[in-house]
């Protein structure tokens, strides 16, 4: 399986923007899918963003226009800029990692975005 490890999180000003970073270590060319999620307060986590080994990428559609994903293999790094950003987009964000070959996601240990005034 990979490790993940999230940075970047804080806080911004509504309409402000952030960079989140996802560092992947392990067997990336393992990896189906990857993408990033999201858990507001008293909230189930959900998904932000998802992207496939075959390049196509799916959002969510209240981040739909602000967020892009992406993605660079040579330094197994994943990112989520937020731009536009809401006050409902306050949240842990998490980095997610699917394979075909494992029984379970891998799952970094989040970071906090929030957006306040």
């Known amino acids: 399986q990979v490790q993940l490890v999230e940075s970047g999180g804080g806080s911004v000003q509504p309409g402000g923007s952030l960079r989140l970073s996802c560092a992947v270590s392990?067997?990336?060319?393992?990896?189906?899918?990857l993408g990033w999620y999201r858990r507001a307060p008293g909230q189930p986590r959900v998904l932000v963003a998802v992207?496939?080994?075959?390049?196509?990428?799916h959002y969510a559609d209240s981040v739909k226009g602000r967020f892009t994903m992406s993605r660079d293999s040579s330094k197994q790094m994943v990112y989520l800029q937020m731009n536009g950003l809401k006050y409902e987009d306050t949240a842990v964000y998490y980095c997610?990692?699917?394979?075909?070959?494992?029984?379970?996601?891998?799952w970094g240990q989040g970071t906090q975005v929030t957006v306040s005034s």
């Open positions: 997610n990692a699917k394979s075909t070959s494992w029984r379970n996601d891998a």
């Open positions: 392990g067997s990336w060319a393992s990896i189906n899918a």
């Open positions: 992207g496939t080994s075959g390049g196509s990428t």
